[in-house]
């Protein structure tokens, strides 16, 4: 009954195909236990997923006792909630078979405690996203076992069920029915798992508590409100109590707690929308204004008077770089001047600078310059970073059309790298405008200034005159206004 | 320079992990804190194991996995313990090191690596201030990543990475670990914070007072920046603030705009954006408790370049109408009046230290190829370290 990779590979192959062969390996109808859920719109199915069941290997002291052992595992979940749906009626009947004592079949029941995104699970292979999950086993706090005498004679589970791509991870704790050690025969009794088996040699559990989050990784720009999503669902009758702590570069502290009963204190800083939490099981937080201080990981914590488990949030800032292309004269008299390509305000740290030229003569292909250096980098006030990024190139001669220089920073927060260009003309060019445009207006108002004397003389010549300094300025206004280096961003 | 970085790596890293949560002196407060370090692979030059102890950013005692012995690095913890306290200490890290290999490996284990270099570390430490308030941290990584937490006030692990879970159900299942931690942290912690404490008030309360240098600096292409360069103080606890006309414009306390000098006193640079056409006075001001009264330094501006480049003008214009050629060269050297004035020179021990704090940062980005992946490092610090040559 375990899922053969080539239906697997079918699966990814084509949507339209898969939802058959997804539906038909991944659900599985149940006849006779079969209740279906409240809503007429849902439709109780079981969700078969792949899994490793992690434990512990004996070892000695330590943090971990000796290394872990990894087996090949199976994780039913019965009685799942999803969407009605057309193609469920071709379904197979879920048959399982005789299975070796050894082969581990978690079978949890959801009965109160629901399984959320229980449909992009079941999906998620057909969506080219891949589900991992990890069982091991679950260990419960000394004082929540003391509670009451039913509590002692069950084992409990945990899963941890992460979609791929980020999407959503899932933590699910769960509880086999309750046994009396005595009563259950040796052939009914996993061997390492010192767990009773079900007839059909599966550990038969219950879901009793799971917690969830749609945004494992938050990847955001400064300034931004965000949501780091977390949703918690137990037994109605449960008391529940929410930690938010932030871990960064080893600092951690707590920075949101709820517990029931207790004032809420009135924080400025990220907040919790309680009337939503004891409404929905959400207990997401929200931080305004987000800042480079904010980033980390945040842990949701939840417990329950039984159970508790948590979600690990990554919350990353991505700001992308304003870049600006500018060059610097060389000493005077020097053929070389300075390019510099200023990367401002970005984060995180690490860019990626390329430098190309684009000469006229070679039909304007783009040449690399792999001759670079940049300076330190600066941290600014709001955390974000700037360096500059410098090349030394020769200025064309007077002969030469002029070469236009462009600089591509690639950064995590571009799709598309950034390119900066500039056009570096003639050195002699340039001098020779401003020159040009000193002998106009030397000449202008040397005109103007002999007309104006002349005007004063012979009132016959003004006209004359004024002809020729129109002439004038118009040859001489754009020698003056052309800039000395073309730049243009993107 | 860079085979000067290379050498100093290791240094750099310890104490970068001793400025870790520091404790902040101006409010009269001490810290002691441990920092265990253990690596899969010892070939990076870095010993398999090592630990290095603090009070206050004061490094006390050193083990290593090659002496395999607990050494004082201060006077004033040798002068004050016995050789007992050295055996204890000895044995005491011998164990952990036996621990930490294991550690290493089980991680890696644990994420499905069989080979590279992997490290695990430890970080645990009390602070008392001087109303009494005490505060106490224990916790672990891996990679160079938050691993696991403990939350000293629940009395429960938080696990800080996927893969942490198992580790933090079984010690959260049984409270009496993070009980016996939470009593160290509180009490045994606090004890020897304050023996350590008499032992080293004149070096813990020693005071060092700060040079300051003022200049200014006009990038191409951008304002003139005034910079305020404060070095050489001890504590590293300062108030370094641009007054513009008597009013403050620019405050610097920022913790980690400060930096560390080599011979243990600290430096930090603040820097502000200006309009030199404003008639104003700028002044930097330094508060250090090494001060009896606050030190400031005026900015004396050179003489505006903008008025230079109008009378310049002026000039050329009148002399154009004269003679053409002679007005040609002048309006150039007036152009050459435009370059940036280099009146910019870095402190020598300043640079050492932009180095070091390029390291903190993240990666060294000054030796493109050398270290083609600059990356920020966390304070778990090295294991970005970045390998020259």
């Given amino acids: ?490 | 320079m860079f085979s000067g970085v290379k050498m100093r790596i290791v240094p750099v890293f310890l104490f970068f992990l001793g400025l870790l949560c520091l404790s902040d002196a101006s409010t009269g407060s001490h810290s002691l804190r441990y920092f265990y370090t253990g690596v899969s692979d010892p070939g990076l030059g870095f010993p398999e194991y090592y630990s290095v102890g603090y009070v206050d950013d004061k490094p006390i005692r050193w083990y290593d996995s090659v002496s395999q012995q607990s050494e004082p690095r201060a006077q004033w913890i040798a002068k004050n313990v016995g050789p007992e306290y050295w055996e204890r200490s000895t044995q005491n890290q011998r164990s952990w090191q036996q621990t930490f290999k294991a550690n290493v490996k089980i991680a890696m284990d644990r994420y499905n690596q069989s080979r590279g270099v992997h490290s695990f570390q430890l970080m645990y430490g009390c602070e008392r201030d001087r109303d009494g308030s005490t505060r106490g941290f224990f916790q672990y990584a891996y990679d160079g990543q938050d691993f696991i937490s403990l939350d000293k006030d629940r009395l429960i692990w938080v696990p800080a990475m996927v893969g942490a879970e198992i580790t933090e159900q079984k010690w959260n299942a049984d409270r009496s670990f993070a009980e016996r931690l939470k009593g160290y942290l509180e009490q045994t912690c606090i004890e020897w914070l304050q023996k350590y404490i008499q032992y080293g008030t004149k070096e813990l309360d020693s005071k060092v007072r700060p040079s300051v240098k003022v200049w200014d600096r006009k990038p191409e292409g951008r304002s003139t920046t005034l910079h305020c360069q404060v070095t050489g103080f001890y504590p590293r606890d300062i108030e370094v603030k641009w007054v513009k006309n008597g009013e403050v414009i620019l405050h610097g306390t920022a913790a980690k705009d400060i930096l560390p000098n080599h011979d243990g006193t600290y430096q930090i640079q603040e820097s502000v954006e200006i309009n030199p056409k404003e008639e104003s006075t700028y002044s930097c001001h330094v508060d250090h408790s090494s001060l009896p009264e606050s030190l400031s330094v005026l900015w004396e501006p050179k003489s505006s370049l903008s008025i230079g480049i109008i009378i310049g003008v002026i000039a050329g214009v009148l002399l154009l109408i004269i003679a053409v050629v002679a007005g040609v060269i002048v309006y150039k050297k007036k152009q050459k009046g435009e370059e940036p004035v280099p009146s910019y020179s870095f402190p020598t021990d300043g640079v050492t230290q932009m180095v070091l704090q390029t390291d903190w940062l993240g990666g060294y980005n000054a030796a493109p190829g050398k270290c083609p992946e600059p990356q920020i490092l966390s304070p778990w610090g090295f294991t970005a370290v970045c390998r020259f040559g």
């Fill in chain 1, 1 to 490: 009954m375990t899922l053969s990779p080539s239906v697997k590979a079918g699966c990814r192959g084509s949507v339209r195909a898969c939802l058959c062969f997804c539906l038909w390996q991944f659900l599985f109808t149940e006849g006779a236990e079969d209740t279906t859920p409240s809503s007429q719109m849902l439709r109780a199915v079981n969700l078969v997923l792949d899994c490793t069941y992690v434990s512990e290997s004996a070892g000695h002291g330590g943090m971990f006792p000796g290394g872990f052992t990894r087996e090949k595992a199976l994780l039913v979940l019965r009685n799942v909630s999803v969407p009605e749906h057309e193609s469920l009626d071709s379904i197979t009947d879920f048959q399982p078979q005789p299975v070796e004592n050894e082969a581990m079949i978690f079978e949890a029941t959801v009965t109160d405690v629901e399984i959320p995104e229980s449909e992009a699970l079941l999906h998620a292979d057909c969506n080219g996203q891949e589900v991992s999950c990890e069982i091991s086993q679950y260990f419960r706090h000394k004082e929540g076992k003391a509670g009451s005498g039913e509590e002692e004679n069950t084992a409990c589970f945990i899963s941890s069920i992460h979609i791929s791509g980020n999407s959503f991870s899932v933590t699910v704790v769960m509880k086999t029915i309750p046994y009396q050690n005595d009563s259950v025969g040796k052939d009914r009794w996993h061997p390492r798992l010192k767990v009773p088996l079900s007839p059909r040699g599966t550990i038969t559990m219950t879901v009793a508590f799971a917690v969830f989050t749609h945004t494992p990784s938050i990847r955001t720009q400064l300034g931004n409100t965000v949501k780091l999503d977390c949703g918690l669902k137990l037994s109605a009758a449960d008391v529940v109590s929410v930690e938010w702590w932030r871990q960064h570069k080893g600092s951690g502290r707590s920075i949101y707690m709820y517990q029931p009963g207790t004032a809420n204190r009135e924080t400025t800083g990220p907040w919790m929308d309680i009337q939503n939490l004891q409404d929905s099981g959400d207990a997401s937080l929200f931080i305004e204004g987000l800042g480079v201080k904010d980033e980390g990981t945040y842990i949701c914590l939840v417990s329950t008077t039984h159970y508790n488990a948590q979600q690990i949030i990554q919350v990353l800032v991505i700001e992308p770089p304003k870049v600006k292309l500018y060059s610097t004269p060389s000493h005077e008299g020097s053929s070389r001047s300075l390019l510099t390509c200023e990367i401002n305000n970005y984060y995180p740290l690490d860019v990626h600078v390329k430098w190309g030229q684009k000469v006229p003569e070679n039909e304007g292909k783009l040449i690399e310059i792999s001759e670079s250096y940049s300076t330190s980098h600066r941290e600014n006030h709001d955390g974000t970073f700037t360096v500059s990024s410098i090349v030394s190139v020769t200025v064309p001669s007077p002969e030469e059309r002029g070469t236009t220089y462009t600089c591509s920073v690639s950064h995590v927060s571009l799709q598309v790298p950034i390119t900066a260009s500039l056009h570096l003309a003639s050195a002699a060019d340039v001098e020779s405008f401003i020159g040009l445009a000193g002998v106009s207006l030397a000449t202008v108002i040397f005109i103007v200034f002999c007309c104006f004397l002349s005007s004063k003389r012979r009132d016959e010549g003004r006209s004359q005159c004024r002809e020729q300094t129109a002439a004038d300025t118009d040859t001489a206004t754009p020698h003056v206004t052309t800039p000395q280096h073309k730049k243009k961003q993107h």
